[in-house]
Structure formats: structure tokens, C-alpha cells
């Protein structure tokens, strides 16, 4: 079964709020995690990643957030655009092996 | 462009035929690897290479399947007897092997078996 997974499978938001997508895992010995943005017809793209000894990371307009303790992660995406409309999904690396949750499609409404 | 690419980009084909497809990953890339990707589903893992050595293959892998990296640069990836269930977008990845090394994807094959 799915190492990774997520909380909802659609998320819609206002352009220009803040949105918030989450994703739990299940392997409490997962040490680094990956967050792939995908638009249609293309392959996903890395957008930030984090270890296991932070429990934040920021990039530009997104921050990742790890609660080791129940074993969650989200993704921030700040004044989102109507370019983040895409799926996201979270990923857990095992060195060369990425294996992925079923994604959240985000959808941005004008 | 100097990103992963991937050829053909879509593929009808029709049961019990036999597909390619061909990964260039990106050029210093040591390590490449194949993903699988349903209607609705994350990618899941297929095999990977370092350099031209197949270190690992899925149990989702088939006898039908089999990847090639020959001189560690490009890959192909080969269906033989396709089935209906193989309709997919086949990804391919790049990274350098160093731990947590980044894998960059290209934009896949989708193959349609009818």
C-alpha cells in the first residue's frame, strides 16, 4: 500500500489567499520528503523538500511544514496565482526510490 | 533545452504489440529511472539505473518489461505483447547520485493500448 497519502483530493482557493495542502505518512522511520507540483500534459516538478531533523523549510511563496510526531506534512503556498492551479503531491525519497501519494489537484479561482 | 526528454510523447498502439520508449536524461546525470503514472494516481516507481547497471526493478515490472541503459546515457523502455492495463504515462527521471539528489522528470509518454 501507499507509504504516503493525502488528506483531500481537490482544494479550491481565491487568488491571492493562502493555501494549505496537507499529506500523512505511515513509516515513522521516513527521514526526507519531497513536494512535486504537476500540470497537465507535463512531468511533476520539484518545488521544495525537507529532512527529517527540520521541522520547517521555506521557499519562495512556500513553506513545508513536518510533524514527526503524528507523522504529517503540508505544503503553504502564499498569495496563491492562478499559475499553482495544478495537482501536488507529496513524496517520500528512500535514497534513489520517490514514491508518491495520489495527489491534490488545487484549483484557483479568479 | 537541456532537461529530461522523452520520445514519442504519445502512443496508440493496439493489444499484443510491441512498444519502445526513449529517455535522454540530463547529460551529467548518473542515475535514471523509469515511473509509472495512472489517470488520477501519483507516479510509481518502475526500476532505476546508475550509470549503465539495472539496480533495482518493482515487482510491478513485468517479464514484458525491460529497460536498457547501454552506454549510461539514454534509456529505452520496452512493452512487449501490450495489454490494455499498460495504458499509462511512462516517466522518466534524472538525478546525481548523491544522497537526496534531486530527480528531474521529463514529460512522459502516454501510451494508449487499444
Redesign the interface.
Known amino acids: 500500500g501507499e507509504s504516503v497519502g493525502l488528506h483531500l483530493p481537490t482544494l479550491s482557493v481565491q487568488e491571492g489567499d493562502n493555501s494549505i495542502i496537507n499529506c500523512a505518512y505511515s513509516n515513522s522511520a521516513s527521514d526526507?520528503f519531497?513536494w512535486y507540483k504537476q500540470e497537465s500534459?507535463?512531468?511533476?516538478?520539484?518545488i521544495i523538500?525537507i529532512?527529517s531533523n527540520m521541522d520547517k523549510r521555506q521557499g519562495q511563496r512556500v513553506t513545508v511544514l513536518l510533524n514527526k510526531t503524528v507523522k504529517h506534512l503540508s505544503l503553504q503556498i502564499a498569495a496563491t496565482q492562478p499559475g499553482d492551479s495544478a495537482v501536488y503531491?507529496c513524496?517520500e525519497?528512500n535514497?534513489?526510490?520517490?514514491?508518491?501519494?495520489?495527489?491534490t489537484t488545487v484549483t484557483v479561482r479568479a | 533545452d537541456t532537461g529530461?526528454s522523452q520520445n514519442p510523447r504519445h502512443k496508440i498502439t493496439k493489444r499484443g504489440q510491441n512498444v519502445t520508449f526513449r529517455c535522454d536524461p540530463i547529460s551529467e546525470h548518473n542515475?535514471l529511472?523509469w515511473?509509472r503514472q495512472t489517470l488520477?494516481?501519483?507516479?510509481?516507481?518502475l526500476t532505476?539505473f546508475?550509470n549503465e547497471a539495472q539496480?533495482?526493478k518493482s515487482r510491478l515490472l513485468s517479464d514484458r518489461f525491460s529497460a536498457e541503459r547501454p552506454k549510461g546515457s539514454f534509456s529505452t523502455l520496452e512493452i512487449q505483447r501490450t495489454e490494455q492495463g499498460d495504458s499509462a504515462m511512462y516517466?522518466c527521471?534524472s538525478s546525481l547520485s548523491l544522497?537526496?539528489g534531486?530527480?528531474?522528470?521529463?514529460?512522459?509518454t502516454r501510451l494508449t493500448v487499444t
Open positions: 526526507y519531497i500534459g507535463k512531468g511533476p516538478q520539484f523538500d529532512r503531491f513524496a525519497n535514497d534513489y526510490k520517490l514514491s508518491f501519494g495520489a495527489g | 529530461v542515475r529511472y515511473y488520477g494516481q501519483g507516479p510509481e516507481f532505476y546508475q539496480l533495482e516517466l527521471a544522497q537526496g534531486e530527480q528531474y522528470f521529463g514529460p512522459g
